[in-house]
């Protein structure tokens, strides 16, 4: 078994001995976000499902910040974690991973249930496409790096930046979500099944979900440089939307299932084929979990590269395809990149105050990216 530089004992706790090619382990820890969350409940009905057909037992560690949920999986506490976008910034080195005590860590995703967000605003807005939010009221969240850069990148598809808007700044994603409704802002971003959006999609102000069409490959292309595990996807469920009326918005990943780059293999085979077996057990146990069928949560754009145990199960099943390899491919190679010049830009810089290293940092993270 491939081991991190890890003590035994902490390895036991997390996952519980180790597994056979085709076995689960006797328990496993699993990090996610708070209890009441969506990544909460959809962790917790995989992991009842686990224990009725496999008789594994799974604690599960809920956080409510990025890094109380990377720290048990990377300190070895945990064998999985349930995690949303820090997945993408634990690996860029970006937001909170760009202290000395960070920079880009070696993840890697064994499969991530599609969900969409978007940016929407209300039906007497005048709004019609991302390019007329220029000028305008844009709700976000102080702190909460996930939704803002999402915004951000939403923003890019027309060619615009958050310069470009007047931002309004809510102390909670809540506070930010009923701004429309509330009259305090014109735009915000985010999930459409939130209690928000139904109560803006009631409310006299109506709602409306902004395009972000396929089609528009050069949208595309300057979205993805800011947010590369976007995709575009129609979606029918949530606020104002249906099967007849479908919001052309953007697919992302959450919760996705992650482990560390150097997790055993068989085991992280194992722990697949075990979501993939149990899928009838879970799949209805929210409005969405049936969206981690593996021909949709085994396959990318998402936050990370995936893991060779879970690429060797997809492949079995003829899931994985010469797409998703080319794409697994530069994602890893991106990772790679940023990797090493991490480890340069660190030894070169060792004494910076924390603020001029990040600074610093950050625009060398652009710099290996623009030559990609």
């Known amino acids: 078994m491939k081991l991190r530089n890890l003590g035994l004992a902490a390895l036991a706790v997390a996952l519980g001995g180790p597994a056979l090619a085709d076995d689960l382990?006797?328990?496993?820890?699993?990090?996610?976000?708070?209890?009441?969350?969506?990544?909460?409940?959809?962790?917790?009905?995989i992991a009842d499902a686990f224990g009725k057909k496999f008789g594994t037992r799974i604690r599960i560690q809920p956080s409510g910040?990025?890094?109380?949920?990377?720290?048990?999986?990377?300190?070895?506490?945990?064998?999985?974690?349930?995690?949303?976008?820090?997945?993408?910034f634990a690996t860029e080195g970006t937001e909170d991973f760009a202290r000395p005590d960070w920079g880009p860590q070696d993840l890697r995703v064994v499969a991530g249930r599609p969900g969409s967000t978007g940016m929407v605003t209300s039906q007497e807005s005048g709004i019609e496409t991302i390019a007329e939010v220029k000028g305008h009221?844009?709700?976000?969240?102080?702190?909460n790096a996930s939704i803002n850069v999402k915004c951000a990148a939403l923003l890019s598809f027309a060619g615009l930046t958050l310069d470009d808007v007047e931002l309004v700044m809510f102390p909670t994603y809540a506070a930010?979500?009923?701004?429309?409704t509330n009259g305090e802002a014109d735009v915000t971003c985010?999930?459409?099944?939130?209690?928000?959006?139904?109560?803006?999609?009631?409310?006299?102000?109506?709602?409306?979900?902004?395009?972000?069409?396929?089609?528009?490959?050069?949208?595309?292309?300057?979205?993805?440089?800011?947010?590369?595990?976007?995709?575009p996807y129609e979606e029918t469920q949530g606020a104002g939307l249906s099967a007849e009326h479908p919001g052309h918005i953007v697919a992302l990943r959450y919760p996705i299932i992650v482990t560390l780059a150097d997790a055993d293999d068989d085991a992280v085979y194992a722990f697949t084929k075990a979501l993939d077996e149990t899928y009838g057990l879970y799949k209805n146990a929210t409005s969405v979990t049936d969206r981690w069928a593996l021909e949709q949560s085994g396959v990318g754009p998402v936050d990370a590269p995936f893991h060779e145990g879970a690429i060797r199960y997809l492949k079995e099943k003829g899931i994985w395809t010469e797409k998703e390899e080319e794409w697994n491919a530069r994602r890893l190679a991106r990772l790679e990149a940023l990797q090493a010049a991490w480890k340069t830009?660190?030894?070169?810089?060792?004494?910076?105050?924390?603020?001029?290293?990040?600074?610093?940092?950050?625009?060398?993270?652009?710099e290996v990216l623009a030559s990609l």
């Open 25 to 45: 382990p006797r328990s496993m820890v699993w990090s996610s976000y708070d209890v009441g969350s969506q990544g909460y409940s959809e962790a917790s009905a």
């Open 65 to 88: 910040t990025s890094i109380g949920r990377l720290q048990p999986l990377l300190g070895g506490r945990a064998a999985y974690g349930f995690l949303a976008t820090e997945t993408f």
């Open 137 to 143: 009221r844009l709700a976000l969240t102080a702190g």
């Open 176 to 180: 930010a979500q009923a701004s429309i």
């Open 190 to 231: 985010g999930a459409t099944t939130s209690s928000a959006m139904y109560e803006l999609e009631a409310s006299p102000r109506g709602i409306k979900w902004l395009p972000v069409p396929a089609s528009n490959t050069e949208g595309w292309e300057k979205l993805t440089a800011v947010a590369p595990f976007f995709a």
């Open 345 to 366: 830009y660190k030894a070169e810089n060792a004494d910076l105050s924390e603020e001029d290293f990040v600074k610093g940092w950050t625009e060398k993270h652009d």
